[in-house]
T-cell receptor, first 114, second 113 residues
Framework: EAQVTQNPRYLITVTGKKLTVTCSQN?????MSWYRQDPGLGLRQIYY???????DKGDVPEGYKVSRKEKRNFPLILESPSPNQTSLYFC?????????????FGNGTRLTVT | QKEVEQDPGPLSVPEGAIVSLNCTYS??????FMWYRQYSRKGPELLMY????GNKEDGRFTAQVDKSSKYISLFIRDSQPSDSATYLC?????????????FGGGTRLMVKP
């Protein structure tokens, strides 16, 4: 089944404790992206990658890191999480970069930072 | 002011009703318009997309774009309980580096049997 898989689904952590949220897609998609979703604010892009070893900042990159060492994986790293990073995070992928290449989303990771 | 405004709802309608979901936007550079549907505890999924003013129909769904008014709508005919979800509009500029979409905040729809 074609899918984007995120892990974990739920994560509670404390301020300053480094964490990684994994994302993997099995569709051989070139483009991958991370979003955060907050009430009333919609989805905001954190980072994106157009191919292996090519990453760039989205709208809200502060406090996050990403890497794209393999085509299928795009982990999101929070080196020193803070409470304002409490949010619902989505990884997405598409075949190509462009508006008419539909984004396929994972089922989300709900992160709470205390 | 946010670039894309969307009434958060919730919007509650009886089964069989016609539903109208709307977004307004301020950036006249937006050329491409999409609607995503998001079920509870799931990621968004693309429902429809369009790049021109006017209407686009797909089954019970019609997307309407009015660029002159900076207003887009999604109509759902003969609404079903399975349509209960949050609907997100999304927009993109013509020269779109990074596939960057600007999303509305989403409207939660509840269709009651």
């Amino acid at each position: 089944e074609a899918q984007v898989t995120q892990n974990p689904r739920y994560l509670i952590t404390v301020t300053g404790k480094k964490l990684t949220v994994t994302c993997s897609q099995n569709m051989n998609h070139e483009y991958m992206s991370w979003y955060r979703q907050d009430p009333g604010l919609g989805l905001r892009q954190i980072y994106y990658s157009m191919n292996v070893e090519v990453t760039d900042k989205g709208d809200v990159p502060e406090g996050y890191k990403v890497s794209r060492k393999e085509k299928r994986n795009f982990p999101l790293i929070l080196e020193s999480p803070s409470p304002n990073q409490t949010s619902l995070y989505f990884c997405a992928s598409s075949l190509l970069q462009g508006w008419n290449s539909p984004l396929h989303f994972g089922n989300g990771t709900r992160l709470t930072v205390t | 002011q946010k670039e894309v405004e969307q009434d958060p709802g919730p919007l509650s309608v009886p089964e069989g009703a016609i539903v109208s979901l709307n977004c307004t936007y301020s950036n006249s550079a937006f050329q491409y318009f999409m609607w995503y549907r998001q079920y509870s505890r799931k990621g968004p999924e693309l429902l429809m997309y369009t790049y021109s003013s006017g209407n686009k129909e797909d089954g019970r769904f019609t997307a309407q774009v009015d660029k002159s008014s900076k207003y887009i709508s999604l109509f759902i005919r003969d609404s079903q309980p399975s349509d209960s979800a949050t609907y997100l509009c999304a927009m993109s500029e013509l020269n779109n580096a990074g596939n960057m979409l600007t999303f509305g905040g989403g409207t939660r729809l509840m269709v009651k049997p």
